[in-house]
């Protein structure tokens, strides 16, 4: 897919792609931070349909939703010959008991088999987060183990 930028001069930059429709989609981002996802009119590529500004919690809220499932749907592919191997988005959710710790203070590992192999944050991944990766709220981990042991590990994540 070809990511077009465009420099808005005086206002800041505007990155867009072309649906299979004509459309175009994509997010303008002022020089003074503001964000707005933008849909173009079919006819007029120029002009815009919608427009809906986002603040940055927002937008990396959106990137999480539209990338993690692109993630987890390249790893299942790439374990659909492994039985018994899933891979899960496992969330950080407000009022986590580990909202705010480290992923080895979860233990995941050692209490359920599950890896965490990348977490999911304001629409950048990181992948391979180490012990001392600090969770906050809204984060996505990309977990691979078995059915089982992401069940159990969601528990871990919610309850503690």
Known sequence: MN???TPLPGIGVRKDF???NGRRVGVVTQRDGQI???VSKSDDPDACVASLPL???EAGALANLLGAPQ??????E???DLPGINTRQLPIKSGSPFDGRTLGDTALRTRTGVSVVAVMRAGQVH???TPDFTFTA???LVAVGTSEGLEHALKILKHG
């Open 3 to 5: 990511v077009e930028v």
């Open 18 to 20: 072309a649906l299979r």
């Open 36 to 38: 707005e996802l933008i």
């Open 55 to 57: 603040t940055t919690e």
């Open 71 to 76: 993630l987890i749907g390249q790893l299942t």
């Open 78 to 80: 790439e374990h659909r």
């Open 127 to 129: 992948p391979s987060p």
């Open 138 to 140: 809204g984060d996505l």
